[in-house]
């Protein structure tokens, strides 16, 4: 690319108001955050339980820490799988309900090395249109062919599955979307991978947990078999307050993976300190239901108030609730309006989700108090 062109397009960003810009977390993450030293009620962030600044998960890292050192110095398959990571796989898979978790560095790392593993020029990979980057990445850099249905349109899918050639087919779907909030129908997709012989991948970031009694997530929400999701891709980045992912299923298809993904054998192996830590966020989302309870409370009440307000809110019973409104001046005026009231919401614009649906994503915690809720639905009335 040119430099010209490159100066051309940054131009043109900036004069759509698509420029994308980064502001400074100054201390942990929570609901009261500081950024670039303002202080602020955040509805933005993945800490969905409140773990990511939890002192009993910061003390679990700084004794791996004293333990294990600072790096994990290689790969997993050279000498960087450590005891903490083989004691949390094994914890994991038993919460999942799976034979076996192989850990990734993260969400992003696991979907490219997954989808890549299992392709090849004779697959075909079926995606929902507004699967999360990361997957769409990893259909696009496999060998497979990637073919699109419409968002949670199993019938859209099934007439692909019909027309297909393919001998390997695989397919993709978040559990929940990242940028709708919406639940996959995982009842319909299982019941069309069992028909057209099919693998399935669920990648479900943002509903362990969030979702399900046990917070197993999507799976245990919509009360389907686990082990009919063939791989269940989950991250530590959200509702675990920490960092890298997994992909959970059956012994030897893991064991498959494990000998494939490029992108768990040729990168290093997330810290030992990081590992500890996300097996503390297990035992709190496994022996602190009250948590889920909390959010959960938010959500529905969340969900209450805004009905009022009577705007585009997307149907979710998730923690992530938005407010489709279309054009990126609009949300982004919103999004300064709220910011001046000391409230961060920040507007998502295309290319992250579709052409004319910029929107604010409103993201709930177990954190948040009625008062926070009360607060931001107040400055949306006056806003909006
Ligand atoms: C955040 C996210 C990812 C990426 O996970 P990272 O660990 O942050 O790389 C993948 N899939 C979905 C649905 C996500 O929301």
Redesign the pocket.
């Known amino acids: 690319m040119k430099l010209e062109e490159i100066h051309a397009q940054l131009k043109q960003l900036d004069e759509s108001q698509s420029l994308r810009t980064r502001r400074t977390l100054n201390g942990p993450q929570g609901v009261q955050v500081t950024l670039d030293d303002s202080d602020y009620l955040s509805f933005c962030s993945n800490d969905y339980l409140g773990l990511a600044n939890d002192p009993r998960v910061v003390t679990a890292a700084v004794d791996a820490l004293q333990q294990h050192g600072v790096g994990s110095g290689a790969s997993q398959m050279i000498s960087g799988y450590s005891t903490q990571h083989a004691s949390f796989e094994k914890e994991l898979a038993y919460f999942l309900g799976v034979e076996r978790v192989l850990l990734f560095s993260?969400?992003?790392l696991a979907?490219l090395g997954v989808v890549s593993a299992l392709s090849s020029r004779h697959s075909a990979v079926f995606s929902d249109r507004l699967n999360?980057a990361?997957?769409i990445d990893a259909a696009k850099l496999s060998d497979a062919k990637h073919q699109r249905y419409h968002h949670r349109d199993h019938q859209g899918l099934e007439r692909l599955l019909q027309k297909t050639d393919a001998t390997n087919k695989l397919i993709l779907s978040?559990g929940v979307f990242?940028m709708e909030g919406s639940i996959a129908p995982l009842a319909e997709l299982i019941a069309l991978k069992k028909e057209h012989h099919a693998l399935l991948l669920i990648?479900d970031?943002?509903g362990l947990g969030v979702l399900g009694e046990k917070g197993i997530g999507s799976a245990e929400q919509l009360q389907v078999n686990p082990e009919d999701i063939d791989l269940l891709i989950g991250?530590f980045?959200?509702a675990f307050g920490s960092?890298?992912?997994f992909v959970a299923g059956k012994h030897d298809l893991l064991e498959y993976i494990m000998q494939k993904a490029r992108s768990l054998i040729y990168t290093t192996a997330a810290p030992a300190a990081l590992i500890a830590a996300c097996a503390k966020s297990l035992d709190i989302i496994q022996n602190e239901p009250t948590r889920r309870g909390r959010l959960q409370d938010n959500i529905a009440y969340y969900r209450e108030q805004i009905k009022r307000l009577q705007q585009p809110s997307l149907d979710s019973i998730s923690a992530i609730q938005s407010i489709v409104l279309g054009d990126n001046d609009t949300v982004i005026r919103l999004s300064q309006q709220l910011a001046a009231e000391g409230i961060l919401v920040l507007p998502i614009r295309p290319p992250t989700v579709p052409a004319n649906s910029a929107r604010l994503r409103i993201t709930l915690s177990s954190e948040h108090s009625k008062v926070d809720i009360d607060r931001l639905i107040t400055a949306l009335q006056q806003y909006l």
Do not use: E, F, M, P
Request: charged content about 15%.
């Open positions: 993260s969400g992003y979907n999360h990361s997957l978040d990242s990648d970031a943002h991250t980045g959200k960092s890298g992912a």
